[in-house]
């Protein structure tokens, strides 16, 4: 089983910075992309950024410019740095990793608990 695990939510005034961390672990054979996905109270989860094993990201056009994220392959380890936060930025964000355990299996999405950001006027 391969999981992940969020940290580095919590409360910033408009115009701030946070940066959450995902790490996974457990029985990995390999990762494909890791990203970071959110919801916004009354909304559904909608895509921030993925990156894949080669570095290519797609981030989301409402965060482009803002947030960054960079992934350590050898600690399989992603970060999002999140810069010029807004109050729509609110929600709880999840980590998700496509993985697979072992070289036969195929990928599966696995994904986090979730870590809240709350971005207050």
């Known amino acids: 089983q391969v999981q992940v695990l969020e940290s580095g939510g919590g409360l910033v005034q408009a115009g701030g910075s946070l940066r959450l961390s995902c790490a996974a672990s457990?029985?990995?054979?390999?990762?494909?992309?890791m990203g970071w996905y959110r919801q916004a109270p009354g909304k559904q989860r909608e895509l921030v950024v993925v990156?894949?094993?080669?570095?290519?990201?797609n981030y989301a056009d409402s965060v482009k410019g803002r947030f960054t994220i960079s992934r350590d392959n050898a600690k399989n380890t992603v970060y999002l740095q999140m810069n010029s936060l807004k109050v729509e930025d609110t929600g709880v964000y999840y980590c998700?990793?496509?993985?697979?355990?072992?070289?036969?299996?195929?990928?599966?999405?696995?994904w986090g608990q979730g870590t809240l950001v709350t971005v207050s006027s």
């Open positions: 990156v894949t094993n080669s570095g290519s990201t």
């Open positions: 457990g029985r990995i054979f390999a990762i494909n992309a």
């Open positions: 998700n990793a496509n993985a697979k355990t072992t070289w036969y299996d195929r990928y599966l999405e696995v």
